[in-house]
């Protein structure tokens, strides 16, 4: 057996990679589905078409280079995170379409329960804050609004999961129900602390234990593939949620090791070791892996939009036709020419925390070019990151010296130049961007006998480094002028 899968079924698409030995990546096959927006705020996903897509691009991989179910060691899957999706145990159907983290139908109802003085309860035992991003809102709305599945789930006849479950459950064939203590962390009904589902949790979010997954480790042999469509008898042998795998698949293996992938959005997020940090500035604490019984933790913190703000720069101004033109035009000026442009398009996460926050652009003049805005742009991507920066040092009261990077737009050297001077950083840029998947790979890998940790050691390849090279006073000096930017931003919108 000389490979492993990884599923990488991510917000808007279904992949799958084949990795060789060397962990080099054989095979890669990717396919889009629909995304439905049924009200203003609703996302959601057709479980079945996320299936269909997955097992679709499976097969794709495994037919473009003539491999066997006994060619593959194990599958490693990781996931869009949160993402809900309730079935029936003796059909296999979703009772309703998969409601998606970026879900904000269920905000009122966790608006209230947070005014019952619940979150400081919630907190310590998940890690999370009351929102509609996380799984119980979402779980309890299909329950409340599907004709007869309150019913239903009494009497044992539903199944929650999330993607990962969802996946495991058709790979298998019906026969394994279970998520790993990565995406358990994610619902808001899972201890992190005791590595269990929560009844007092689960009677808040009124949700009867018997549509629950059984939590496994992130790292082992769950059992084996028995569908006609991906084949039979193949292990399945690693779960893990997308930014988990990522700081996996970015060897983050250590204590204090952090990763930022700069998408759509920017998530950082540490590796805390068994260490389980409360934050006093509403980051998050979750797990990071499980692998025999060894938990890691860890601390994250997101930035709603980063290089969307690219897109909108590309699609809303038009200012350059892809992405990656904006680099020649950010550096087609000496600096932003006085120029600050928060990028809080969709409102502030960590840690401002203000969703009325909107996009504004300060100090433009008479000589402001597209050049200047499109750098103060990048620019605003940074100061979001290096506010996360700040805040995890100052919750775990040890600076993080060194920060791993993926996501699209880390192919943007200026970008990632400003973040390394603005944050003092030395900031690592691996060969192999897709970290999510190879996070995925490795832990199947781990799971099977593939590769040992000592092996994976070996694998990961530097691109290139970049180091701070501006004084501290300047640091300071762009750092107020954001803050004041910020500050002007906030509260805008009714
Ligand atoms: P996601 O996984 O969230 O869909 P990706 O990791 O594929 O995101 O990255 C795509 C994002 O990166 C887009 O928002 C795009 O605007 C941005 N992007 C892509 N290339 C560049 C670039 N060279 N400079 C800045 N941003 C970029």
Known sequence: MKYIIAIDQGTTSSRCIVYDQQANPIAVAQQEFQQIFPQPGWVEHDAEEIWQTQAAVFRQVLAQQHLNPQDIAGIGITNQRETTVIWERSTGKPIYNAIVWQDRRTANKCAQLK???????????????????????KICWILDHVDGARDKAARGELAFGTIDSW??????NGELHITDVTNASRTLLFDIDRLQWDDELLQL?????????????????????RHPDVGTGIPIAAIAGDQQAALFGQQCFKEGMAKCTYGTGSFLIMNTGSRKVASDNQLLTTIAWK??????????????TSGAVIQWLRDGLHLFENAAECETLAASVADNGGVVFVPALTGLAAPHWDPHTRGSIFGITRGTTSGHITRAALEGICFQVDELLSTMNADTGVPISELRIDGGATANNLLIQFQADISAIHIIRPSNLETTALGAAYLAGIATGFWTLAEICQKGKIEREFHGTIASEEIEILKRKWLKAIDRSMHWAD
């Open 115 to 137: 005014e019952t003085g619940v979150e400081a309860m919630i907190k310590a035992k998940t890690g999370l804050l009351i929102d509609a991003y996380f799984s119980a809102s």
């Open 167 to 172: 996946l495991v459950w058709n790979l298998s």
């Open 205 to 225: 979010f009124n949700i009867p234990a018997s549509l629950l997954p059984e939590v496994k480790s992130s790292s082992e042999c769950y059992g084996v593939t």
């Open 291 to 304: 692998i025999d019984d060894q938990v890691v933790y860890a601390l994250e913190g997101s930035v709603f």
